[in-house]
């Protein structure tokens, strides 16, 4: 690999100092099946109107529906494949709302859109900002089915060390 | 299987109005080994600290450690099996807050401590009630691994049409 490319894949890596409020970007979409819904259910939440047509159809949900944590584990990665792996993200502190709208159905295909609410400096480390972020989880119709606001850390360009910065 | 049992199996179901606040109940231990970490994060979060020693090494975490959404993940798995399995639940409408406060290391041996901080009828669903939830989720040393503030909807046991309400 040439000095040129590698120059050119370390400025595409997105630091801190990339994120500006009101930037938006989407990642997707993504098929989600109904196995991989009653599997991920079968494994970290086994309520009914997961697992079951009928036992969904008796529930508030109306028929089979993901587990609201498949969401957001479908939208972790669908962040980390659009995102992050070409960052400085060092993880996250903690999530600061999630809404679940309405259900995730079998064969669903879904869009994760991603809104940059606000961005700091962190006060207690040097060269780590913070990034605020609005998510909205939406299927193929449309229809919302999880918004989430959470904040990521990313390193800043002037700590990697980098010449570019 | 007799009336009887049948029927102590009815009465110990939970409903709605068996929630008050300060409440506390609490669930584990669950061991967490390093393949189901480094497997989870391989579907939902594979950032190099969640999948790999050296790079956890690097990280702010200094050391390989669990996806948030893992523990997560685990946390409701803990509370299905402790709780909801025998209970009118019917789901949540969303988190209020998750603080992800220490990492998940392999080998761990999580408990999760739940209490209710409030219960409240629902004004748009009759026969339904909303109970918010504190959670910690602390490991074998005591550290406290992440808390989370949710909700969840309940039955009421007059709406479930049982005699002993």
Known sequence: MSEHTLSKRSLSKRSFEDFHPGMEMSFGPRLVTRDEIVAFAAEFDPQPMHM???AGRRSML???????WHTCCLLMRMVFDGLLVQSSAMGSPGVDEIDWRAPLR??????????????????????????????DVVDQTG?????????LMFGMRVALGSAAS
């Open 52 to 54: 079951d047509e009928d």
């Open 62 to 68: 109306r028929g089979l529906a993901g587990s609201g």
């Open 106 to 135: 079998p064969d669903s295909s879904i869009t994760v859109r991603m809104r940059v609410m606000e961005t700091r400096a962190s006060r207690s480390r040097p060269g780590v900002g913070l990034v605020k972020f609005h998510f």
């Open 143 to 151: 229809t919302q089915i999880m918004t989430m606001i959470a904040t």
